[in-house]
């Protein structure tokens, strides 16, 4: 009998199950890892027997190469690895697969463990221990070398001379099987000269490659001989100068997850071709003994595919170079620091990939999804304010009578709201303070002079509330030489003010959102869009380019609420009306408030 998908201790729900899920509990239930031995760092078959057993029931891994920022698409398999590591009482490791020197950098090794520690997870069995530091492809580059060298001895692999032009041609195609390279035959003992050789920097860059022997017909061609090693003299960011030959990704992966007795190696179904290859090489390194068994497994599961949104390194990399975008962390970006700096949280994009599930099938997955996540997360959350984006004075020309008393034109009515209005069972919600006066700022929209069918706010003979402060009467409006409208005028209806007896004596139809001249703040207003205004801006070989949004971002000086001018960087918002927003973790200040349009309050795209 399966036992029960487990619960998730941070939300204390059970997990909705899926084919990884019961992968992981078929194998715990057969007890097929139970016999690891682990011995506090990894290492070969001899290293682990003298280990003890390994405390941790799965091992999963998250393997990026240091090649650019990740995106979207990693934060669902972060999700998905460490969640699921999590979940079964186990170990997720993070590992760089830095094995391609050229175009990895420890400015992107700093950005993915920051985008780990900041989506919620640790690593490496850390418990929290943030300085406890990631696993290095490159810190294995020693064993890996042996293994090629075992390889060789047990006549698994030969080095090649062939051109890279030659070897494509005999390589074959779907329908053609491919032809065996002249290099083939040699010797063990000649292929480990020559394999040496290449070692020792005494052959050119290119001049030959290390190929697994496997079947030059089989209708895999990743299986038709395969390249494991290749000459590059390149300096590595972790090793230096140290190695002029470099492993391929598909030879050094499957050997890291052996070394780190990884259990569930879990990847996007562009790899599936590839899962032969991986079974083959640990089928043939245990046989040496270098290797223990039981081997690591590989499983394959559906990337992200996310409408108006493109996940290509090097097509985000483009973006960026021709300064489309302001940098890898735009807001409108979908790398992970841009989401972060849009106002995307953790919890929403942990939601996200728990909602879209894990499935063996390629799909699209609707932009509004992730919004969905982000609004869910926020309305609970997020503090109210009121903020005018297209503002326009409101004049109320019996300011003076009503309040004569209490100072007249100058007097000023302090107001209140909650911040929360639904704050956490057993707390009470925090309060917002703001005054009314004699002049404040509302939205342009707001007031029409012939109002159409159907308007509710302010014009001529209208009530509306000022919501949180008082019921006014538009009066009209005065305009400047071109004939816009430069105040709208009302009158205050006495003894209305919210929260007060007489609040409720006077019905109307609306209630609008306002500034008060006295004590609001003018803030720079970032109002984001999708980048792409086509759903699937680079598919079937589109420009990619060609499909920006020239609309995707507009500026804008607004007024906000004075509670929001105490706005701590990277703090979430909701301006009432509008929809949430995040002052920018990069720009804002104290004395220059800058805030980020996250989302709006409703899915609002082509309607």
Known sequence: MSTPTPANTATDTVKPSNFLRQIIESDLEKGTYAQRRWAGTPGDAAHHAAGEPDPAKIRTRFPPEPNGYLHVGHAKSICI????????????????????PEKEDTEYVNSIIDAVKWLGFDWNGSQGDYSVAPYQASDYFDFMYRAAEALIEAGHAYVDEQTPEQMRVNRGDFGKPGVDSPFRTRTPAENLARFREMRDGKHADGSMVLRAKIDMASPNINMRDPAIYRIRRATHHNTGDTWCIYPMYTFAHPIEDALEQITHSICTLEFEDQRPFYDWLMDRLIDTGLLAAPAPKQYEFARLNLTYVITSKRKLAALV???KVSGWDDPRMPTIVGLRRRGYTPAAIQLFAERIGVTKSDSWIDYSTLEGCLREDLENTAHRGMAVLNPVKLVLTNWGEVFAEQGGDAYLDACSMPALPHPPEGTESPVRHFTIGK?????????????????KRLFPGNKVRLKGGHVIECTGCTKDANGVITEVLATVVPDTKSGTPGADLVKVKAAI????????????????????????PDA???????????NSLKVVTAIVEPSLANAQPDQKFQFERHGYFVADRMDHKADKPVFNLAVGLKDSWGK
């Open 81 to 100: 690895n460490f969640g699921l590591a999590r979940d079964y009482g186990g170990v997720c490791h993070l590992r760089f697969d830095d094995t391609n």
């Open 321 to 323: 170079n021709e300064g």
């Open 439 to 455: 002049e404040v700022w509302i939205e342009r929209e707001d007031f029409e002079e012939v109002p159409p069918k159907g308007y």
């Open 513 to 536: 959102t306002w500034v008060g001249v006295a004590d609001g703040v003018s803030a720079q207003v970032r109002m984001y869009d999708r980048l792409f205004s086509d759903a699937q």
């Open 540 to 550: 079937g070989g589109k420009d990619f380019l060609e499909s920006l949004n020239p």
